[in-house]
């Protein structure tokens, strides 16, 4: 139920839909083993698109509401309320809202969920970031990486490697040399999967592995399926994963475990390798 042109929730087109499903899936069972591929896949078994808004006669409407409310378990009425669409940070904050939880923004499932707390909607929509243990390992991957390039891969650029945009100034203010990602307009473009393209192009043994949390509400998993769709890479030279966790999914020892695993087989696997 989440469409990535949009980033809103809704009733989308058969395929869409991963992360708010596998989320929902999680919240019907609260285990956090794996969930299955075939699992998944009724996940994704979506409902006719709500692309007509307003448009939608009142028994479709409704029919649509009952349909996604029995897929994410947020009531029926809720979804006519919000014109069957969430963000997905409203997802997060309405999927235990009866139980007086948020999901976190980026760790997710299986974390737990922190009390909602006191404020408006916006404010519990804009925490709570991560729990304790995964913001220490935040805090200890700029670092890491930063010795890795040094040390291991011997790089010896003049300039920093930033891993995240730099912070706004006390007032709010972005920096001068803050991150653009290709477009400052609606109605520009962010064409990041064409650079890829080139490099691609200009390195015939390049090859890409997409790694993403199952119940990642930020870079979805649906996403990058439809972002890889989309691109022009060589289908024989890309890979997408998915893990149990989060944004952060190797915060889970078990996902951890997956993942390192198949960076080696990715590695390994590479030409001259």
């Given at each position: 139920?989440?469409?990535?042109?949009?980033?809103?929730?809704?009733?989308?087109?058969?395929?869409?839909?991963?992360?708010?499903?596998?989320?929902?899936?999680?919240?019907?069972?609260?285990?956090?083993?794996?969930?299955?591929?075939?699992?998944?896949?009724?996940?994704?078994?979506?409902?006719?698109?709500?692309?007509?808004?307003?448009?939608?006669?009142?028994?479709?409407?409704?029919?649509?509401?009952?349909?996604?409310?029995?897929?994410?378990?947020?009531?029926?009425?809720?979804?006519?309320?919000?014109?069957?669409?969430?963000?997905?940070?409203?997802?997060?904050?309405e999927l235990?809202?009866?139980?007086?939880?948020?999901?976190?923004?980026?760790?997710?499932?299986?974390?737990?969920?922190?009390?909602?707390?006191?404020?408006?909607?916006?404010?519990?929509?804009?925490?709570?970031?991560?729990?304790?243990?995964?913001?220490?390992?935040?805090?200890?991957?700029e670092p890491?990486?930063?010795?890795?390039?040094?040390?291991?891969?011997?790089?010896?650029?003049?300039?920093?490697?930033?891993?995240?945009?730099?912070?706004?100034?006390?007032?709010?203010?972005?920096?001068?040399?803050?991150?653009?990602?290709?477009?400052?307009?609606?109605?520009?473009?962010?064409?990041?999967?064409?650079?890829?393209?080139?490099?691609?192009?200009?390195?015939?043994?390049?090859?890409?592995?997409?790694?993403?949390?199952?119940?990642?509400?930020?870079?979805?998993?649906?996403?990058?399926?439809?972002?890889?769709?989309?691109?022009?890479?060589?289908?024989?030279?890309?890979?997408?994963?998915?893990?149990?966790?989060?944004?952060?999914?190797?915060?889970?020892?078990?996902?951890?475990?997956?993942?390192?695993?198949?960076?080696?087989?990715?590695?390994?696997?590479s030409p001259?390798?």
């Open positions: 139920m989440l469409s990535p042109e949009t980033d809103r929730m809704g009733a989308p087109a058969r395929g869409r839909g991963t992360a708010a499903g596998c989320v929902a899936s999680w919240r019907r069972s609260r285990r956090s083993a794996r969930i299955s591929s075939r699992r998944m896949q009724a996940d994704e078994r979506s409902p006719p698109t709500s692309a007509s808004g307003g448009d939608l006669p009142a028994g479709e409407r409704e029919r649509l509401a009952e349909r996604l409310a029995s897929l994410t378990g947020i009531p029926a009425s809720r979804w006519v309320e919000r014109n069957l669409r969430l963000s997905k940070h409203d997802f997060r904050v235990l809202a009866a139980e007086g939880l948020v999901l976190y923004r980026y760790a997710g499932p299986p974390a737990v969920p922190e009390p909602a707390g006191e404020g408006s909607f916006g404010a519990r929509v804009a925490g709570p970031v991560n729990p304790t243990g995964v913001s220490a390992i935040v805090d200890a991957l890491a990486v930063a010795a890795h390039l040094k040390d291991f891969l011997e790089v010896d650029w003049p300039d920093d490697y930033r891993g995240m945009e730099p912070p706004a100034d006390a007032e709010g203010r972005a920096p001068a040399d803050g991150w653009r990602w290709g477009a400052t307009s609606p109605f520009g473009d962010w064409p990041y999967m064409d650079s890829i393209a080139r490099a691609m192009e200009r390195a015939p043994s390049m090859r890409l592995l997409i790694c993403t949390g199952l119940f990642d509400l930020t870079t979805t998993i649906g996403a990058a399926r439809h972002a890889v769709r989309q691109s022009a890479w060589p289908r024989e030279r890309v890979r997408t994963a998915g893990y149990a966790g989060g944004h952060m999914m190797y915060s889970v020892e078990a996902s951890l475990r997956e993942l390192s695993g198949d960076l080696r087989d990715f590695v390994k696997s001259g390798t």
